[in-house]
């Protein structure tokens, strides 16, 4: 059983608000350990295929299907109603920001670097709100499966405040694409993604799609889920589900871009929504799914085999409110940069939160 690494970074409680000292000095950053070969590989199969082209739709899941419906069977997460829940046991805040170097994060020339809108700064009373569960549980059966689960990893007056910040401050996508079979997928979530894999090659030489500075307020949580984990991540994928109609079918996240049995941390905000893992080979040897359902501010962090040997969702449902859910993960190539920015942002039009919905605002930079 592997336990979470501390990391030696220092604890300090205190806002550094400059960001001089943001840049890594021209020629100081070092290669990169985990730099390997680039390897095309398509888009991993979490969306469904949509009727919007003809014969190379796919089947639509009916909501609430016989597998979805089934009771939640929480592993290692008790029952608990809201107010039930434990608060934070560990309540320490932000490490460590601005950083002046990054071990798998190259830092990008300005903190605001290819963002298409300005993204507004968090406000103070935003970043001295979060108070973090650093207790995880380590959960690690069934077979091959390897997670920690922090309960309430963000408390709820920060998660409520971190929820409607992202929600307004974020440029949003729903993107559409061809499979390479020829299937049309539109992506039935809001999406949106900052980072850039870990070699060495420059900001502003990538030539497909230049990457995204990741923004203060997921900067800042980064580096305490690093504290957590005991990893590093050099990208921040955030999804919106903005209601039971949207959805991520069962997929893995072990694209070779991220290299060998990825650390995925992944953080729920703002409504409870069911997240399913089952085995990849749970036709033959009979494990069940595993069910649990996410709340506000709790945090699941997918490490080991998990990745190869588990998928995951959050099925459709009939009913759901609003939830934000952010990953943490590392491209160690320069195609992770390629395959997130395709996939999480797109060419299609961007959207805002404004006015308590999703606003299409045309296409931004
Ligand atoms: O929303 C979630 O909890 C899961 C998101 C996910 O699986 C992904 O972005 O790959």
């Excluded at 309540?91 to 670097?113: A, G, V």
């Excluded at 420059?202 to 923004?215: F, G, M, T």
């Excluded at 949580?221 to 984990?229: A, G």
């Excluded at 080991?304 to 939830?323: C, F, L, Y």
Aim: proline share 11%.
């Amino acid at each position: 059983m592997k336990p979470p690494a501390a990391s030696p970074t220092a604890t300090s409680t205190k806002r550094q608000t400059s960001l001089a000292g943001f840049f890594t000095p021209a020629g100081s950053a070092k290669k990169s350990r985990t730099e390997a070969a680039p390897r095309p590989v398509g888009r991993d199969d979490d969306d469904e295929p949509v009727a919007i082209a003809g014969p190379s739709s796919g089947t639509k899941r009916k909501l609430g299907s016989a597998e979805d419906s089934a009771v939640v069977r929480n592993i290692g997460v008790e029952e608990e109603t809201p107010e039930e829940r434990p608060s934070p046991t560990d309540e320490d805040t932000f490490i460590n920001y601005p950083p002046r170097t990054h071990p798998s994060y190259r830092l990008p020339p300005r903190p605001d670097y290819n963002h298409p809108i300005p993204i507004m700064p968090p406000p103070p009373s935003l970043i001295s709100s979060l108070r973090f569960n650093t207790s995880p549980r380590i959960i690690t059966s069934p077979a091959d499966l390897d997670l920690l689960y922090f309960n309430r990893f963000i408390d709820p007056s920060g998660a409520r405040q971190l929820t409607k910040y992202l929600l307004e401050a974020m440029p949003w996508y729903r993107v559409n694409y061809r499979t390479r079979m020829g299937q049309d997928i539109k992506t039935p979530r809001y999406t949106t993604v900052f980072g850039k894999d870990a070699t060495p090659l420059p900001w502003d030489q990538y030539p497909k799609w230049s990457p995204r500075a990741i923004p203060e307020i997921l900067l800042r949580l980064m580096q305490k889920v690093e504290q957590v984990t005991g990893e590093t991540y050099n990208f921040s994928l955030v999804n919106y589900y903005s209601s039971g109609t949207d959805s991520i079918s069962y997929h893995s996240d072990s694209e070779r871009f991220l290299g060998p049995n990825p650390c995925i941390a992944s953080i729920s905000l703002g409504a409870p929504r069911d997240f399913f893992l089952r085995h990849t080979e749970h036709k033959t040897n009979g494990l069940p799914v595993q069910k649990f359902n996410l709340h506000d501010g709790d945090m699941v962090v997918m490490r080991g085999k998990t990745q190869h040997k588990w998928e995951h969702s959050i099925p459709k449902r009939a009913k759901a409110e609003g939830r934000i859910n952010i990953t943490f993960r590392k491209g160690v190539v320069q195609y992770a940069t390629e395959n997130y920015l395709t996939y999480n942002v797109g060419t299609g039009p961007m959207f805002r939160w404004e006015g308590g919905k999703m606003v299409e605002k045309g296409y931004v930079g």
